[in-house]
């Protein structure tokens, strides 16, 4: 089975920094250690609002950092072009929404926006790969292909979330939305609240080929430091896939 890798999402960083003010602590260096301590790539969610990520991050991560960004976005035309404009390895797109805490479901491609296929067109003409958040239904998976996206990112939350002995039909859907994925000639990843305990069932599905972590990693690292949090992570991630 081919190696699964990690993206470290530093949205929370900038949370951290922004609550006081400031440079401290700074989301690009934590990007270089995230890097140095066995992640493979970077996520950040450029937010309409900025309330976290800045567009000056964005661009400091992309010139300043030597690993794959994934550009996490909505489908609007500010940050489409953007998008057009730091060109990114990745951009993955989510819906969201000014009052939520963090996003809390996957795009709805059953009624996609009128706006949706043009932004996919435009990022995969700048050379972009185009990935969507969508709920594990086959069905979502499906028009993500006919849409033209490259690759679906499977909303984790609700498995995430379930106590461990009620995660089994969360797990399964997972599954099946993983399947539907190969089968339609996507790209697999997923993410959202895994932590130390979810992550190792996403790791031994072969088709996921990256999980985007944020919240958990940054939060922990209060405890363990980044670079302790992001090693174990990844040890976990690699002894599941070992042992699919």
């Known amino acids: 089975m ?7 999402n530093v949205d929370h960083v900038a949370t951290l920094r922004n609550a006081r003010g400031g440079g401290f602590p700074c989301p690009v260096e ?14 950040v969610h450029l937010r309409e609002d900025r309330r976290h990520i800045r567009d000056r991050d964005v661009e400091r991560i992309r010139a300043e950092v030597d690993a794959p960004l994934n550009f ?6 500010e940050i489409v072009a953007i998008a057009e404009r730091l060109r990114p390895r ?10 939520e805490l963090t996003t809390e479901g996957g795009l709805d491609l059953l009624h996609p926006s009128a706006f949706l296929p043009a932004a996919i067109a435009r990022l995969r003409a700048a050379g972009v790969r185009v990935s969507i958040f969508v709920e594990a239904d086959p069905r979502q ?13 499977l909303h984790t939350g609700p498995y995430a979330d379930a106590p461990a002995e009620a995660r089994g039909p969360h797990l399964a859907r997972l599954r099946a939305g993983a399947a539907a994925a190969r089968a339609a000639g996507l790209l697999c990843h997923a993410g959202h609240g895994l932590a130390y305990d979810s992550v190792e069932d996403i790791a031994r599905m072969p088709e996921v080929s990256e999980v985007s972590i944020g919240h958990f990693l ?3 690292s209060v405890f363990e430091g980044l670079p302790a949090t992001i090693a174990r992570f990844r040890s976990l991630i690699d002894r599941a896939r070992a042992g699919a």
């Open 218 to 220: 940054v939060s922990q």
């Open 141 to 153: 998976v499906e028009a993500a292909a006919r849409l033209g996206a490259n690759c679906i990112e």
């Open 2 to 8: 081919n190696a699964l890798d990690l993206s470290v």
């Open 30 to 43: 934590a990007a270089r250690v995230s890097i140095a301590s066995g992640a493979q790539g970077i996520t």
């Open 90 to 99: 990745a951009c993955c797109i989510v819906p969201e929404k000014r009052a």
């Open 72 to 77: 996490e976005m909505a489908a609007t035309e």
